[in-house]
């Protein structure tokens, strides 16, 4: 009588074939999920925008103009930009943007305190506008890979920038 000779494991090529089966079932499951993220990342991009759209329109239902689009200290939301030349004060000075003024509406009006839109951008009671601190993510895109802070440059009466 001959002996049974019972397997008690997996052989080598079996163990092979199972592993090319599952790498091919992630390669085919790993671009969906990209595809999914991306997704979901130009739903959030969307409804940021959808949110400063809103800002804008309790901005102006609030104060019956819309804000400023940009404003320096030197020369205020109220400028006639038709007229403004390199000569104008504050022309080539960082100023605010209407992002700064919508900050209440975007419930960041803890933020909004701490600013004085009246003084310059670059004073030093201003600090906290330029610190990862008081990044707001609703304007940022979850897609953007650059640099979340962005280096402000005089290029006052000289044609070279000097980074402040």
Not at 15 to 34: F, R
Not at 48 to 69: E, K
């Amino acid at each position: 009588m001959v002996p049974c000779r019972c397997r008690r494991g997996f052989t080598l090529v079996e163990l092979l074939v199972v592993v090319a089966i599952i790498a091919t079932l992630i390669g085919l499951l790993l671009p969906a999920m990209q595809s999914a993220r991306e997704a979901a990342r130009r739903t959030q991009c969307l409804n940021n925008l959808r949110q400063i759209g809103l800002a804008l329109h309790g901005f102006h239902d609030a104060r019956q103009r819309l804000p400023p689009a940009f404003a320096t200290a030197s020369a205020p939301g109220n400028v006639n930009w038709r007229t403004l030349t390199t000569t104008t004060p504050g022309y080539f000075e960082p100023g605010w943007s209407f992002f700064a003024y919508i900050l209440p509406y975007m419930e960041q009006g803890t933020l909004h305190a701490q600013l004085d839109l009246s003084k310059p951008i670059l004073d030093s009671r201003n600090d906290v506008a330029r610190t990862e601190a008081a990044l707001m993510q609703p304007y940022v895109c979850p897609s953007d890979t650059t640099p979340r802070l962005i280096d402000v440059l005089d290029y006052g009466e000289s044609s070279t920038a000097t980074t402040l």
